[in-house]
């Protein structure tokens, strides 16, 4: 996982693939404040976004998970989110067998169990070794988020 803010981008020091820079780009030069919830292509098949509005949850109702077609950038752009993560590792238990179709297998618990916040401005860049738990809240409040997920295909890296 990396972690950034689009405040920092230009002096960080991840030299990112070009499909990724070009998400990263799209995320920067977009408000999606004005901007429908939807999918939104970036580069065909290979690359798009997703925005969403939705109400963070319970980090108990929220289930750890991996995608093995592609690498999620995580983008929030108003409100704020716990996220949590560890390595992909044999000592994790499957919730359900990985799912073709949506690309994404669910897990038990995360082991270690570590978190960071989201908060608007930053990403998270999310490879197919990182077991992330998205949209849990921060604290015992519910919050309301606008964020961008972004696709990008591995084959496309």
């Known amino acids: 996982m990396i972690i950034g803010s689009m ?13 990724i820079q070009k998400a990263l780009a799209f995320l920067r030069e977009h408000d999606f404040t004005k901007m429908e919830d939807g999918k939104y292509p970036i580069e065909g098949d290979k690359c798009f ?10 980090e108990a109702d929220c289930k750890p998970e991996t995608h093995r077609k592609f690498v999620d950038i995580q983008f929030m752009v108003d409100g704020e989110e716990f996220m949590g993560w560890c390595p992909l590792s044999p000592d994790l238990e499957e919730d359900a067998p990985y799912d073709e179709e949506r690309d994404v297998t669910f897990y038990k618990a995360l082991i270690p169990d570590s978190s960071i916040v989201l908060s608007p401005g930053c990403f998270a860049v999310l ?16 919050c309301r988020v606008t964020k961008v997920v972004v696709k990008v295909a591995i084959d496309s890296l």
């Open 49 to 58: 976004a997703n925005l969403q509005r939705y109400n963070t949850r319970p």
């Open 127 to 142: 490879y197919p070794e990182d077991v992330h738990r998205p949209q849990a809240s921060v604290g015992e409040e519910s």
């Open 7 to 19: 405040d920092t981008l230009d002096e960080n020091h991840v030299d990112y693939p070009a499909i």
